[in-house]
């Protein structure tokens, strides 16, 4: 029997079946829900309010996260509360995938303009009865190309539009095919896009000068739908509708993206004649509508590795009425065409020393360059430093605590924005992870003393905790950090290191022989290198040599879209690098057990 549900203040109604669950419902109904765990009920984010109707009674998870008080007043947790009849679920803004602070920025590159699309000024005389010529023969003897061709849509379309300019217009060509028309004197644009797990990155160039008008970010929508790449290929096979939803939602924002890049540059999407997109390859697959349930499980197989050109109109992307889409090819595993642009901007692959190159993110690929062999890995570090599992983890919003500092037993930070605190950002968790342990808060397991013996830490339900906002100086609202959290940083750099430790080996080399460390990627940005080093995170080496490049991964997809002879350079790297599967690896767990200490 359907049910109606009604998402306050958003707006949103829906009819679903019973046994649905209120997070599967908004989900329907486009309320994105933060679920970074994928509806398992381990992440307390998807907390809601039901103001009428019935619904299942409260798990032991609800009860544990959010108390008999809170259940009893009607928060639940939506993953975890099936419908049973007509509800009104009030939505607290919290509680909604939110905006973040993005990373668009990354190293200039110089690259020499070869793009894969250009504009021909057209003007040919109308015809008449001595010249009977059809337009698109008209159109052909205007364009010193050979063989062209016209996309379906515009040769529909080019008769009206040549009467319509006068017989004076544009043509977009990529290749040797016309893929749009558009008024005499426009320059062809091309969009570039970085499908991160947790965000986008979008960029709109003149690919007749090769400038980048515009850069934006913003959210990937599927967080709604798990924080991490498995989280997000098991909603796409457990679920009728999943993989539609994860590919519908990217494809909205990337359209969304497009639009409003056009905007500012005023231009029009029609102008767009060709794109290339970026992601690793559990990205690429739910981009492009390829299936993923073989990739989720051992040996994680692509569906397809090769690169792709494919009409946008194909993949759902609204640009000039032919225009393609060029998707670098993926490495092997969860490596993909990201890890091959960032290679493509740092130029790692050109290297004869020893360099490693680490994108870091919820999934963290790691490459290292060592005396003409390219080794390269993937690593599950998963999405603590975005905040995720963390008691008062968030992402980089405003009021997030990013920079830590411990001197005397007191905690100085900074907000994003300088605005009051609500929670830690992964550079904040990173710095204060390093900071305890610097001020033997914490001991190089991560443990607390058995005592509690230390400054502002205290006991809690879980263990000890560190207070690192007390509620005086905070309007009663504190934020603390305890042994869990700790435990959950161990994990993500744990991951990382043991990823990188597994490659020197396989290189034959050590920290000290290692000429440069590459971070790249959001958080890369904007982490405290000392911090990431007091840690363990990253190989001990100096510090000067040590490099933070910013979104390289954009850097490179602009890279490809401005280059044809790049994509082909692209395609070499893919063939060089020998790809590392983690799993199968002897030392892994060792490694990873080693890799745990704090320092």
Known sequence: MPYQVDFEPIGRRIRVESDTTLLDAAQRAGVLLTAICGGEGSCGRCIVRVMSGQVSSPTMIEQAELGRDRTAAGWRLACQTIIASDVHVHVPPDSLATAQRTQTEGQAVPVELQPAARAFDVQVAPPTLDDLRSDAAR??????????????????????ELRDAQFHLAALVRGNEVVGTRPAGASPLGLAVDIGTTKL?????????????VALGAMNPQIAYGEDVMARINHAISHREGAEQLRAGIVDALNGLARDLCAQALRHVADIADAVVVGNTAMHHLFLG????????????????????????????DLAPGAYVHLLPNVAGFVGADHLAMLLATGVAERDDVVLAM???TNTEVSLR?????????????????????????????GAIERVSIRDGKVHYQTVGNMPPTGLCGSGILDLAAQMRHANIINARGAFPRDGNAPRVRRNDR???????????????????????????QLAKGAMRAGVNILLKHAGVTDADVDELIIAGAFGTYLDIQSGLDIGMFPKIDRDKIRQVGNAAGAGARI??????QRERAVQIAHQIQ??????EPDFQSEFARALSIG
């Not at 390829?290 to 569906?303: E, F, S, W």
């Not at 560190?466 to 005086?472: A, I, R």
């Not at 790809?579 to 199968?584: A, D, G, H, I, N």
């Open 139 to 160: 159109v052909r003897a205007a364009i010193p190309l050979s063989h062209l061709s016209f996309d379906a849509r515009v040769l529909r379309r080019l008769s009206s």
């Open 359 to 361: 994108d870091i993110g």
């Open 560 to 565: 490809a879209l401005l280059s044809v002879a």
């Open 201 to 213: 990155a979008a960029y709109l160039a003149d690919l007749q000068s090769g400038e980048t008008l």
């Open 579 to 584: 790809y590392v599967e983690l799993t199968s």
């Open 370 to 398: 060592a005396h003409g062999k390219h080794f390269a890995c993937s690593t599950a570090s998963g999405p603590a430093f975005e905040g995720a599992h963390i008691r008062f983890g968030m992402r980089a919003a405003p």
């Open 290 to 317: 390829l299936p993923v349930r073989q990739l989720g499980l051992a040996p994680y197989v692509a569906a397809e590795s090769a690169a792709l050109d494919v009409k946008a109109r194909d993949v759902g992307l």
């Open 463 to 489: 263990g000890f905790e560190f207070v690192v906002v007390t509620g005086e100086e905070n309007g009663g609202t504190e934020i603390t950090f305890d042994r869990k959290d700790i435990s959950e940083i």
